[in-house]
């Protein structure tokens, strides 16, 4: 069932261009970013070879490209999120779902899991370009892992809160910009705690950047996963609970 | 034959903040029973269907559908109910087979019966030869069939429509109430409207409400035969003086319409009879007798308007 309900999910983000378009300019603005990183990779190769226990091409090339991915999909992701449950409120298309014989957790989760194929998708597509640097070199496969699964779970915490904030209205430009504004204070939340002296303050530990720098440079730290899990199960059940909440008012 | 009663309605109440949209609503619906709920704008009869498909929680009372109460058992309750709220809800990015079989998949249909279920709603709603088509591209009326079809697919006991033939032209208007009365064969069907000849003409039953409250719960025949009137209007040719009419047994007082027509209102029995003997006797050239009767519409607003909410529900089924 929930199946179902992703399933008409990717199948509606498809069917307008929207979707088609987003893929289009994220891979065209990455495989540019990619371009330089890999340029600039050259340029530093020489001095590179001087160094002992040098920062391989993972490092330099893709982990600092995914740097710049994380931060064009923050600006990205609230465009794919805004339509899900706003646009069925407006166009009253949610009646249909809440009087199909479906639990509220069945609907979010299944709204979730389509946005979660997209960026699977999205994620997918991007890890060809690494890929590609296979032809001629050898790459840090533990990093390259480390590096997706990264991506994978920084989007779907984004999509939870864009999903969450997407249930509390019916127009799909206040959630968009509900979401950004959301995704960005997560991001830079930390700046405060950087003054702190050891820079493990709570506002670090909140930050999503923190967690997901440390995933690129291939420390994989469970508490850095548990950190996206417990994120994304808490906007989950924020949405479930926001739904069944509107059949009181 | 047992009746099972398929819906039954306890003592809702409803408010929006301080706003009471329903109080103290009681009713319950038998298998085979269309019925008919009517009401001015903003009686609340969209609010009690909401309600009663768990689209809406009610503030009080409660609700089952066949034994199963809306908030403890949703998910048998719903998947005995096909809804079609106002506004029928397809997505306009689908063609109107993918629509469908959607919905058989929310409802749960077995994949097997999908195939089924689906060429089944279709033909029931005049949909086949817009299967292929987008939504978005079809006529108000035909969104509306979507609607309907999709309220129908899995084939529920309790089928509630929100004014089913909003937005129908006359021809699709005939057909819908047909396939209403054809549901209301085995199911139980609620529909709201306030297109009162529509209601007379499908419905076995009729609920009024005003305010929330229900003023107004009875078998259609009983409510058209408290609309009987005591006259009936005759039309002369040659009419003679209105001191003839009065001679006419039964006959009470006459009431002049135009030159040719007059209404004659009587007590217990109908003159009409006597009318026709007398007019040929006397060659008054009878061309029209028609029986009185206060419009459903006379009857509706005088019931909505004009008398005190308090203590007027009435049960008077037969």
Redesign the interface.
């Known amino acids: 069932?929930i199946m179902?309900?992703a399933r008409?999910e990717i199948?509606?983000m498809f069917?307008?261009p929207l979707a088609w378009v987003i893929l289009g300019v994220v891979q065209i603005i990455l495989g540019y970013v990619f371009l330089a990183q890999l340029d600039n990779y050259f340029i530093l190769q020489s001095r590179l070879l001087a160094l002992e226990n040098a920062p391989g091409v993972t490092d330099i090339v893709i982990a600092s490209t995914f740097q710049v991915a994380a931060i064009i999909l923050l600006m990205i992701m609230p465009l794919i999120t805004m339509r899900t449950i706003a646009e069925e409120k407006r166009?009253?298309?949610?009646?249909?779902?809440?009087?199909?014989?479906?639990?509220m957790t069945e609907i979010v989760l299944g709204k979730f899991l389509g946005l979660f194929l997209f960026v699977f998708i999205l994620v997918s597509l991007l890890m060809l370009m690494p890929l590609s640097l296979y032809m001629g070199t050898d790459l840090d496969a533990g990093k390259l892992f480390s590096i997706y699964l990264s991506m994978l779970l920084l989007l779907g915490s984004f999509a939870a809160i864009g999903l969450y904030l997407s249930s509390l209205t019916d127009n799909q430009t206040i959630a968009a910009v509900s979401t950004f504004g959301a995704l960005l204070m997560l991001w830079i939340i930390n700046w405060l705690g950087e003054s702190v002296a050891d820079g493990q303050s709570v506002m670090t530990y909140l930050s999503l950047l923190h967690h997901y720098q440390n995933m690129l440079e291939g420390i994989f730290d469970s508490s850095d996963l548990a950190y996206y899990l417990i994120l994304i199960v808490t906007f989950l059940v924020l949405t479930i609970r926001q739904l069944d909440r509107e059949?009181?008012? | 034959m047992d009746s099972t009663t398929l819906v039954k309605v306890e003592n809702l109440t409803r408010f929006?903040q301080k706003h009471c949209a329903i109080n103290q609503l009681s009713f319950s619906l038998e298998a085979g029973e269309v019925l008919g709920f009517l009401g001015p704008n903003g009686a609340g009869k969209t609010t009690t269907m909401q309600i009663i498909?768990?689209?809406?929680?009610p503030s009080e009372g409660q609700v089952s559908i066949n034994g199963f109460d809306i908030i403890e058992s949703?998910?048998?309750a719903?998947?005995l109910?096909g809804?079609l709220?106002?506004?029928p809800?397809?997505?306009?990015?689908?063609t109107v087979d993918e629509f469908l079989k959607?919905?058989a998949?929310?409802?749960?249909l077995k994949r097997a019966g999908i195939a089924t279920a689906m060429a089944q709603a279709k033909a029931n709603c005049g949909l086949n030869d817009v299967g292929h088509r987008l939504i978005g591209n079809l006529s108000k009326g035909y969104q509306q069939r979507v609607g309907i079809a999709?309220a129908i697919i899995h084939n529920p006991l309790v089928v509630i429509l929100d004014e089913p033939t909003i937005g129908l032209d006359p021809i699709q208007i005939r057909e819908i109430r047909s396939l209403i009365k054809t549901l209301g064969k085995e199911r139980s069907v609620i529909i709201s409207s306030h297109i009162l000849s529509e209601v007379q003409a499908t419905c076995d039953r009729v609920l009024i409400i005003r305010e929330g409250k229900l003023i107004y719960n009875a078998s259609i025949e009983a409510l058209e035969n408290q609309g009987k009137e005591l006259s009936i209007t005759v039309a002369l040719k040659q009419p003679p003086g209105i001191e003839y009419l009065i001679e006419i047994d039964q006959v009470e007082h006459v009431e002049t319409i135009d030159d040719n027509r007059f209404r004659l209102y009587f007590n217990s029995s109908s003159p009409a009879e006597s009318v026709v003997k007398a007019s040929v006797e006397q060659q008054w050239g009878l061309y029209e007798l028609v029986p009185d009767r206060a419009s459903l519409e006379d009857l509706f607003i005088e019931l909505t308007r004009d008398k005190p909410v308090a203590g007027e529900s009435r049960e008077s089924r037969s």
């Open positions: 069932m179902t309900i008409r199948t509606a069917l307008s166009n009253k298309t949610l009646t249909l779902l809440i009087s199909s014989p479906l639990s059949r009181l008012l | 929006y498909t768990g689209n809406l929680a949703p998910r048998q719903k998947q109910i809804y709220p106002e506004h809800p397809v997505y306009r990015d689908a959607y919905c998949q929310l409802r749960r999709q």
